[in-house]
């Protein structure tokens, strides 16, 4: 089955002139188009040229038609801008993607990214599947740009993805997925390359066939955009994909995705788009320029009726890590307050509490706290948590509710 599965993908991308699948049955009710508009103009209204020059939200931007023209040229040159050499695989290729879907030479940014994927390995097939998320950026976009030993790279990938015996990451399945579909398309019906590329998209898109929840998430709230996206590719996949479509709707009715990331990771699925579509992105100068949407957030009552305690720790119980300690402060914030407000308010009581920040495509990460710095090499890393929970949102977007205990905890994955 596995043979066939890649010559008839090339068949219906021949045939249908895109890299999606017509999904009629999933489009979006007109009743709930004001919710993804919405949604959208809360991305876009995210733009601004103090912000973090986020690639996927102008690929979002691009693949559905921005709403706002204003916020896609300043976002697009915001990314021009940015300084390459300082870029890991994945934000390199995101932002040659972002180019290419604004039809900006990415120039040599191209050639920077072979380099990175050249230079590339895992060192264990025990490392965490999530080291696989950028190299399979950088293989798509190297695959977008048509960059010859683009197969080769991809066979070391597979190679290395087969290999690996750790626990199975959605997002980093739907990437994958999305990567070896499109250097799939630069192989001959016959190549050898196909059944290696088979045989990997075979066990990726079960993994994430098995991650279907009976509500139609795949793999949570967050990682449903991209499994769409990966399981919409997939013409020999047997996919419902309408009851996802009306999870994610209910979901944005619960107001769930306040992260322009998450949203932009989500918005091309309820268009019926992916990023393998990046290279059909037609431009126009002469984009509709849509009112500045109305504030979802709401103002918050000063008066000591809504302010709510939270209960924070922090933790570092790691050995061979020092300064072991483990602290708790109950604090004060308004009602609908974020959990940075909790993180802000311990620091201004104990100074143990310190923390420091960076900001990413996610928003704000916490990278340090009482001193102690994640290190990469280390791979540690401070994990929110809610009781034994790990929080599913940042510091910046996730909203404690009254009596609940927060913890940091210094972690290894």
């Known amino acids: ?110 050639l920077l990214l072979k380099e990175q994927l050249q230079d590339w390995t895992f060192s264990s097939p025990q490392d965490p599947y999530s080291v696989f998320y950028g190299p399979s950026l950088g293989l798509l976009a190297l695959c977008q740009q048509n960059q010859e030993d683009t197969l080769d790279l991809a066979v070391k990938f597979s190679k290395m993805l087969l290999a690996s015996v750790s626990n199975f990451n959605m997002d980093t399945g739907a990437m994958a997925t999305l990567a070896l579909t499109c250097v799939s398309s630069m192989t001959d019906t016959n190549n050898d390359y196909n059944e290696l590329f088979g045989h990997a998209l075979t066990s990726i898109v079960e993994n994430i066939g098995r991650r279907i929840d009976g509500n139609g998430l795949i793999g949570g709230t967050y990682s449903t955009g991209l499994a769409m996206q990966a399981l919409s590719v997939q013409p020999g996949e047997k996919w419902n994909c309408k009851p996802t479509m009306e999870a994610v709707l209910n979901e944005i009715e619960q107001n769930r995705f306040d992260n322009p990331m998450s949203i932009a990771q989500l918005l091309p699925s309820l268009s019926g788009k992916t990023y393998l579509d990046v290279p059909q992105v037609i431009c126009s100068s002469g984009q509709e320029v849509r009112q500045t949407p109305q504030s979802h957030g709401r103002p918050l009552s000063t008066s000591a009726s809504n302010t709510i305690e939270v209960t924070y720790t922090i933790n570092n119980q790691l050995r061979g890590v020092e300064t072991g300690f483990n602290e708790t402060e109950t604090v004060t914030v308004e009602k609908g307050s974020v959990l940075l407000a909790v993180l802000e308010e311990a620091q201004c009581r104990n100074p143990a509490f310190k923390f420091e920040s960076k900001m990413t495509s996610w928003g704000l990460y916490i990278t340090s706290i009482n001193g102690i710095e994640e290190v990469e090499n280390h791979r540690t890393y401070w994990q929110f948590l809610s009781g034994q929970a790990p929080l599913n949102e940042g510091v910046g977007y996730y909203k404690p509710y009254n009596n609940e205990h927060i913890t940091a905890n210094f972690t290894q994955y």
């Open 1 to 110: 089955m596995i043979l066939f599965i890649i010559p008839l993908l090339r068949l219906l991308w021949a045939v249908s002139g895109a890299h999606t699948l017509t999904r009629n049955e999933c489009s979006i009710p007109a009743e709930k188009q004001a919710l993804v508009d919405d949604l959208q103009d809360a991305m876009e209204s995210s733009v601004t040229p103090s912000s973090f020059p986020n690639p996927s939200i102008l690929i979002a931007m691009n693949l559905v038609g921005a709403h706002s023209a204003e916020a896609q040229k300043l976002l697009t040159e915001m990314i021009a801008s940015v300084d390459s050499t300082d870029l890991t695989t994945g934000q390199l290729a995101l932002n040659i993607m972002a180019l290419t879907s604004s039809c900006q030479d990415p120039g040599d940014r191209v």
